[in-house]
């Protein structure tokens, strides 16, 4: 049973670019949602989505995007970096309809900003 | 709004001693509850989860959980530590609707030989 995946696991990039990680939820799963998690902090919610649309969103700038393909895997896109991007990008996927308050996350992608 | 309290940022307990992580939480009705652990460097993995029923829950590596309405608590025990116990520890609540949890800042666990 294949849990969640992330690629890549580690990224640099400079201020101003721009940055894609990808996800691939657990076999099964419908519902892909992304958090950003900055040093000691704990996991904070950017947004989920679900039947490739954007269902919910946290309180983060428009410069965050995303996309869900067909096979339900996601894409969390972010533009013109800032320093304070940097932070461990986790994804969690989930099964809406069945137990879908209940998230697994994948291993992360660790972005750093310079 | 929900919110997630863990008093403690950091818990340093020696190998074979008993563990109590505390978390307290705000929200009006009963939530979903959860911990989650994260070694260093590597995503969350969920320990266990309350939805209602019994108020003592068993999760997986030896740990528990007590729901306490009356405290607003979830606190997370453990009655002999190991080395390998040693992470960040996240409490979670999940409030009707949303399925979005809210998580605390952590409590780093450090565990002494």
């Known amino acids: 049973d294949a849990g969640v995946t992330q690629s890549p696991t580690h990224l640099i990039k400079t201020r101003g670019q721009q940055v894609t990680l990808r996800c691939s939820p657990k076999?099964?799963?419908?519902?892909v949602s992304w958090y950003q998690q900055a040093l000691g902090q704990g996991p904070q919610f950017i947004f989920q989505?679900?039947?490739?649309?954007?269902?919910q969103r946290g309180n983060f700038p428009d410069r965050f995007s995303g996309h869900q393909f067909p096979n339900y895997s996601s894409e969390l896109n972010v533009n013109a970096l800032l320093l304070g991007d940097s932070a461990l990008y986790l994804c969690?996927?989930?099964?809406?309809?069945?137990?879908?308050?209940?998230?697994?996350f994948g291993p992360g992608t660790r972005l750093l900003v310079l | 709004a929900q919110s997630v309290t863990q008093p403690d940022i950091h818990i340093t307990v020696s190998e074979g001693a008993s563990l109590e992580l505390r978390c307290n939480y705000s929200?009006?009705?009963?939530?979903?509850l959860f911990w989650y652990v994260q070694s260093p460097g590597q995503g969350l993995q969920l320990l266990l989860k309350?939805?209602?029923?019994?108020?003592l829950v068993q999760g997986i590596k030896g740990f528990e959980a007590e729901f306490k309405r009356s405290q607003s608590s979830f606190n997370l025990r453990k009655p002999s530590v190991h080395w390998s116990d040693a992470a960040e520890y996240f409490c979670?609540?999940?409030?009707?609707?949303?399925?979005?949890?809210?998580f605390g800042r952590g409590t780093s666990l450090i565990v002494h030989p």
């Open positions: 969690a996927s989930s099964l809406a309809g069945q137990g879908e308050e209940t998230q697994y």
């Open positions: 076999s099964g799963h419908d519902t």
């Open positions: 989505y679900y039947e490739e649309e954007e269902r």
């Open positions: 929200y009006g009705a009963t939530p979903y």
């Open positions: 309350y939805f209602s029923g019994d108020t």
């Open positions: 979670a609540v999940v409030s009707g609707g949303s399925y979005i949890p809210t």
